[in-house]
């Protein structure tokens, strides 16, 4: 450890101290179903903290529905039934002393290889290079939405 001497140590974030600089980078289980964690995902996340790392990103955190996968496989904030899992997530992973951050998205312009009921929406109708279709331009009620 002498190589690195501050891994183990505290480390101020913001209003935050975390017990380390370890940081599981933000990914997802593929552990959600119909958009709400299962106890497979918290039992991830739980392996992660108790692993010991001091922050914890979750990743795909979907926050309206225009941005829903079919397969329906990451977190949907925007549910009301997921919340509870949610918080069940964060007081498993503090439990062992870490802190967690969610990851928020809106896929916009891109599906990442999975299809929606949705068409695609985005600030401007930029065609992505990683999509085969143009996006929809946000009206100013989509944004205010």
Known sequence: MIEYPHLFSPYKLGSITLKNRIVATAHATAKIVDGVPTDGDLAYWEKVARGGAGLII??????HSTSTLRRRMLNEAYLEEAIPRFRQRAEVI???G???IGQ??????????????????????????RSQYRPMELTQEDIAE
């Open 58 to 63: 979750t990743g795909g955190t979907v926050v």
């Open 94 to 96: 503090h439990s062992h």
């Open 98 to 100: 870490a802190k967690v």
């Open 104 to 129: 928020i998205l809106h896929l916009g312009r891109e599906m990442i290889g999975g299809e929606s009921e949705y068409p695609l929406r985005a600030p401007s109708s930029i065609k992505s290079p």
